[in-house]
């Protein structure tokens, strides 16, 4: 489908609604593969206290190195807000990240949101920046 420089077409919005959630699902598999196809090469994340990368592999190394200490984990994505811009789209979206130590009984719950600068790539759709902002975490016990 062709698009006007500047808009989005239906399809683009289903493709980085589907880019949103391919992350989440990418951490809770543990399918680092299928996560790094959310990235840009050189994409730049910033967690703020939880870390800042330069670029796809080293965010994946980090993402693999700290869930394989993990029990369950759950990644929610919700509230998309995809808009237009310059050089391809910009999301805000939410996040409620539920994240078990190995026995499945403690963990912490981190809320918040991402608001990320999107690029069409031949693959489709990549995060090329991505700011998260922590609004809650807290400890829990199942």
């Known amino acids: 489908m062709t698009t006007i420089p500047g808009t989005l077409s239906g399809d683009d919005r289903q493709e980085i609604s589907e880019l949103l959630v391919r992350y989440a699902t990418g951490i809770d598999r543990r399918d680092w ?9 050189d994409c730049f994340a ?3 206290p939880i870390g800042v990368w330069h670029d796809a592999a080293s965010i994946t ?8 200490r993990c029990g369950h984990t759950m990644h929610r994505i919700t509230n998309q807000t995809i808009a237009p811009s310059a050089d391809g789209a910009t999301t805000r979206s939410y996040v409620s990240a ?6 499945n009984r403690s963990g912490i719950e981190g809320i918040g ?7 069409r790539a031949e693959q489709g759709w990549k995060i090329a920046k ?6 809650l975490q807290r400890t829990v016990e199942t």
């Open 33 to 41: 593969v299928l996560f790094r196809t959310c990235f840009t090469d």
């Open 113 to 119: 949101y991402y608001d990320d600068e999107l690029v």
């Open 98 to 103: 539920l994240v078990l130590g190995p026995d």
């Open 46 to 48: 910033d967690y703020g």
């Open 130 to 135: 991505r700011r998260f902002t922590m609004v």
């Open 61 to 68: 190394d980090w993402m693999e190195r700290v869930h394989a």
